[in-house]
């Protein structure tokens, strides 16, 4: 007797490995191994996330309106072209499932979020990666990999694991060379940190074209990884198709409710940025100081060359030793390379302290 056998393209996929969030035999010192907010989340989020507590019984909002409104009224967008979900991976993957299937393509960036081929491989898609320059998205390599197969086009800007991004201009060229049949995503989740006068989230490209979206997250920069809460700004014919998808209470009252308070807290907002602006640099500065070879970063991390895959894979060993806990991401094929989330002032210097101690062990 045969056991029930999955789609295919399924068994082709390398389940998503997330960050270490601990050390064997210790207590961590410092978690900076998947991007979250420095500060962690804003007191008034966290006040609004323990008085849903009373609530818990009752069904959330199915449509998140209270919390779209919230959105519209703080980035300057129709609530009606926004749709929230259980992070912006539910949405990613339901946009996935919606526009794309068996003989389909994928196209995404060489280094590109690795959900990307995943959510392809889940439907029976083909994911097509092309290549990058200079560890950035090459806007002809992606253009010179579209076919009539094409359906959906990931970008991720500013990237991760590599924080580059590409330009406003570079991005509407990149459009402006897709048939009109084809989907661009724009996953900006580390939007709030840039502050390049040439960077544009997504928001102007999505109101001039019927297929273009953006989407974003609360696991970032407003420090809400936990509470699993993204959201969508696209044409209404999209969000309308991504509507009849999804879950009907995807998102939780908690969430909701934190997610509102979180855009409310603008003060708390600035201080996770300023902390961004200033320990990034800092930090870069004092890895290259140490002849490593961080990448430029416009995000909440930076992406750190140590030579080889074995000098890579020591200094991660070293760092958790010392209760410093980096991110390995050989599985984007990056192998001689580690992602250190920016922490707070303590915590990058710790880990300044660390490599510095690691680099005169392996001279």
């Avoid at 912006?88 to 994928?106: F, H, I, K, Q, T």
């Amino acid at each position: 007797m045969s056991a029930p056998t999955p789609r295919p393209g399924i068994a082709k996929i390398a389940p998503y490995v997330p960050g270490k969030d601990s050390v064997d035999g210790k207590e961590p010192i410092a978690k900076l191994s998947s991007n979250e907010g420095a500060l962690g989340p804003s007191p008034k989020a966290m006040a609004a996330y323990a008085k849903a507590a009373t609530e818990l019984h009752r069904y959330p909002d199915g449509a998140a309106e209270k919390l779209r409104a919230a959105l519209g009224r703080h980035y300057g967008l129709n609530p009606a072209r926004i749709i929230c979900g259980t992070g912006s991976d539910e949405l990613l993957n339901l946009l996935v499932r919606a526009y794309c299937g068996p003989g389909d393509e994928l196209l995404y960036s060489q280094y590109g979020f690795l959900m990307y081929p995943i959510n392809a491989l889940g439907v029976g898609a083909t994911p097509i990666a092309a290549p990058e320059k200079d560890y950035r998205t090459d806007v002809d390599a992606m253009l010179a990999k579209v076919t009539d197969k094409t359906r959906v086009v990931c970008l991720a800007n500013p990237n991760n694991p590599t924080g580059s991004y590409i330009t406003k201009d570079e991005v509407r060229r990149l459009h402006a060379g897709l048939p009109k049949n084809v989907l661009l995503v724009v996953d900006a989740a580390y939007a709030e940190y840039v502050s390049r006068n040439d960077y544009e989230s997504g928001v102007e490209l999505v109101d001039r074209a019927e297929n273009v979206v953006m989407t974003r997250t609360f696991s970032k920069i407003y420090g809400m990884g936990g509470l699993r809460l993204g959201w969508m700004y696209g044409p209404e014919n999209v969000i309308d198709t991504i509507s009849r998808l999804r879950q009907p209470f995807n998102v939780n009252l908690a969430a909701q409710m934190a997610g509102i308070a979180a855009l409310e807290d603008i003060a708390h907002t600035d201080a996770s940025r300023t902390n961004n602006d200033i320990w990034l640099p800092w930090f870069s500065a004092a890895v290259t100081k140490l002849s490593l070879k961080p990448l430029p970063s416009v995000g909440n991390f930076l992406l750190v060359g140590f030579g080889s895959a074995k000098r890579a894979s020591a200094a991660n060993d070293w760092l958790m030793n010392d209760g410093l806990i980096p991110r390995m991401v050989a599985g984007y094929g990056l192998p001689e390379h580690l992602r250190i989330t920016i922490g707070t002032e303590s915590e990058m210097k710790a880990v300044a302290d660390s490599l510095g101690r690691f680099v005169a062990a392996h001279k």
